[in-house]
Nanobody, 121 residues
Framework: VQLQASGGGLVQAGGSLRLSCAAS????????MGWFRQAPGKEREFVAA????????KYADSANGRFIISKNNAKNTAYLQLNSVKPEDTAVYFC???????????????WGQGTLVTVSS
């Protein structure tokens, strides 16, 4: 399986953006799709995750209430809806796959290439 993230760009503070993560190849029902981000000069951090076979989700505190993770099984695509964005949301956003429903990046073994989100104030 390969993951391709897209949808990044420049958005004003308070605006919205939807990121997509398209998977090529089979996504097993046991998989968990996660989103992470890495801001300049900072470590990669967890944003959100969703079980591929269920609607179980988890969010980082910074994303809870503003971001929404979703999926379209038929399209083999996961999404991250960014709402009410802030300048501190500026980062490269990565999608990744794991078999663990976890926020630990070390448990994710398939990574997409990242898409840049820039939030202007």
């Amino acid at each position: 399986v390969q993951l391709q993230a897209s949808g990044g760009g420049l958005v004003q503070a308070g605006g919205s953006l939807r990121l997509s993560c398209a998977a090529s190849g089979r996504i097993y029902s046991s998989y968990v799709m996660g989103w992470f981000r890495q801001a300049p000069g900072k470590e990669r951090e967890f944003v959100a995750a969703m079980r591929w076979s269920r609607n179980s989700t988890k969010y980082a505190d910074s994303a809870n209430g503003r971001f929404i993770i979703s999926k379209n099984n038929a399209k083999n695509t996961a999404y991250l809806q960014l709402n009410s964005v802030k300048p501190e949301d500026t980062a490269v956003y990565f999608c990744a796959a794991s078999t663990q429903f976890t926020a630990q990046s070390s448990e994710y073994f398939i990574w997409g290439q990242g898409t840049l989100v820039t939030v202007s104030s």
